[in-house]
């Protein structure tokens, strides 16, 4: 990988562990197009050709296009009042769940047609 003046700042090998390491204070960051505002930073499209694992909590603010099949992990909050934040979509075998505030859930039934 080379800087914008022509000087080789880092390498990937093929073989072994690579990875870029910051420090608590300084965190490693990658931009692809972008100077990096997170880990990695993406600015264009890209592909996963084998898979791709999300840990945690995130954003995205545009369009997901998937050619395969999607895995999620379900859940069921306790109540109405069950701790989630504001958009976060999960279900069961009878029901929906839809986070529509802070700690504020809304049901709808699901059905087979």
């Known amino acids: 990988l080379y800087n914008r003046a022509g000087v080789a700042t880092a390498k990937i ?3 072994g562990n690579s990875y870029l390491k910051g420090t608590a204070n300084v965190p490693a960051r990658l931009g692809i197009n972008t100077t990096p505002e997170l880990n990695l930073d993406v600015v264009g499209s890209g592909r ?3 898979g791709l694992s999300v840990k945690g909590t995130g954003y995205y603010g545009g369009d997901v296009t998937l050619a395969a099949n999607l895995y999620l992990k379900t859940s069921t909050p306790s109540s109405a009042s069950a701790v989630g934040a504001a958009g976060t979509i999960t279900w069961d075998s009878s029901y ?3 986070c529509t505030a802070t700690n504020t859930w809304k049901r709808a039934a699901i059905a087979a047609w």
Request: proline share 0%; glycine share 0%; net charge negative.
């Open 13 to 15: 090998t093929a073989s």
């Open 48 to 50: 996963f050709s084998e």
């Open 96 to 98: 929906i769940y839809i």
